[in-house]
């Protein structure tokens, strides 16, 4: 089971920081996914980080603003999100996948709920 946390409205430039905690017992051994899905838009890949954290990819609509890291031992991931801008507004999603770990949505096998982030100009 996954919970993402830490959504809410920001003004443009502002920050966020998103978790997502895993109720698992071998969260070390799954590489991790950060999701997006605006209204009317299909849900569109945001980040990616393997499971030990040695490797991570982001979009190119947030290289260089957002970045994805984890804690293993607390079973966490998280994304940073900076300089935020109108268009990343959008209902953000963690996805877990033990095999998998790049960057196509129907491939992750577990999500989380999603926790949407508004992002006014």
């Known amino acids: 089971q996954l919970q993402a946390s830490g959504g809410g409205l920001v003004q443009a430039g502002g920050s966020l920081r998103l978790s997502c905690a895993a109720s698992?017992?071998?969260?070390?051994?799954?590489?991790m996914g950060w999701f997006r899905q605006a209204p009317g838009q299909a849900r569109e890949f945001v980040a990616r980080?393997?499971?030990?954290?040695?490797?991570?990819s982001y979009a190119d609509s947030v290289k260089g603003r957002f970045t994805t890291s984890r804690d293993n031992s607390n079973n966490t991931v998280y994304l940073q999100m900076n300089s935020l801008k109108p268009e990343d507004t959008a209902v953000y999603y963690c996805?877990?996948?033990?095999?998998?770990?790049?960057?196509?949505?129907?491939?992750?096998?577990?999500w989380g709920q999603g926790t949407l982030v508004t992002v006014s100009s």
């Open positions: 996805a877990a996948d033990r095999i998998y770990s790049g960057t196509s949505y129907e491939n992750y096998d577990y």
């Open positions: 980080i393997t499971y030990s954290g040695s490797a991570t």
């Open positions: 698992v017992r071998t969260f070390s051994n799954y590489n």
